[in-house]
């Protein structure tokens, strides 16, 4: 299981995408799969930039991303501040354009686009494994 | 990211390329921006060329669909919108905010 680190900086967004479709492409998942394991690894990697890391330089965030039989797992590490996942309600997505809520979509989205998302704040910082079953 | 912005009598087309994420984002929503700050609001946004958008985008989105239905001066249409994007829109609950059209001439005719 390698491990990565990436700067926790929006500028290494795509690498973390690349990195994410190469190992599922590798691993047999399908376009539409690989779109949403890039969509989901995103939204948490911005998510630990823009929340667990705000008002902080110099961070990293260390992601491993991994075929284990038919799933793909991807874990990603910070050191920031810890986040009530579980907190963050679903967005009401019925309701008309002047009440719609941007907050909690991109959790809502990890959610939705991945089998399983697990969320724990251990003892070497916070860690998020999202796994996807390849179908 | 890369952005152009053609107008028309009527609207403004503007065509997105390449990919919008958090670090992109700021600059898609200023574009959007820059036609309201002239009093341009109804829109038409040639999605053909991009090959992704996350939350952050639809985030810009939301924002200039607000600014420019405000007092029924105008909207933001799509065109052309990548299957993926699409799917991802859907499942954002996007897609009954924003009318679609296949082809740019259709959506620019819509105004």
Known sequence: MPAYTFPASFDYLDEIRELVAETARAGGFSEKAIYSLQLAADEAASNIIEHAYEGISNASIYLTCDINGEEIVITMLDKGTPFDFSAVKEPNLTSDLSERQIGGLGVYLMRKLMDKVNYETTRAGNLLTMTKRRV | ?111
Do not use: W
Not at chain 2, 24 to 42: V, Y
Not at chain 2, 47 to 55: A, D, G, I, K, V
């Open chain 2, 1 to 111: 990211m890369e952005i152009t912005n053609q107008e028309f009598k009527h609207c403004d087309l503007i065509a997105v390329k390449g990919r919008v994420d958090s670090a992109t984002a700021p600059q898609f929503a200023k574009a959007l921006e820059t036609a309201n700050n002239s009093s341009r609001f109804k829109i038409v946004l040639d999605m053909n060329e991009l090959e992704y958008m996350s939350s952050a985008g639809f985030r810009a989105l939301l924002a200039a669909q607000r600014n420019c239905k405000r007092y029924n001066r105008g909207e933001v249409v799509l065109a052309r919108v990548p299957v993926r994007i699409r799917e991802a829109l859907e499942l954002a609950g996007f897609t009954e905010l924003f009318k679609m059209f296949d082809d740019p001439v259709t959506a620019v005719g819509h105004f």
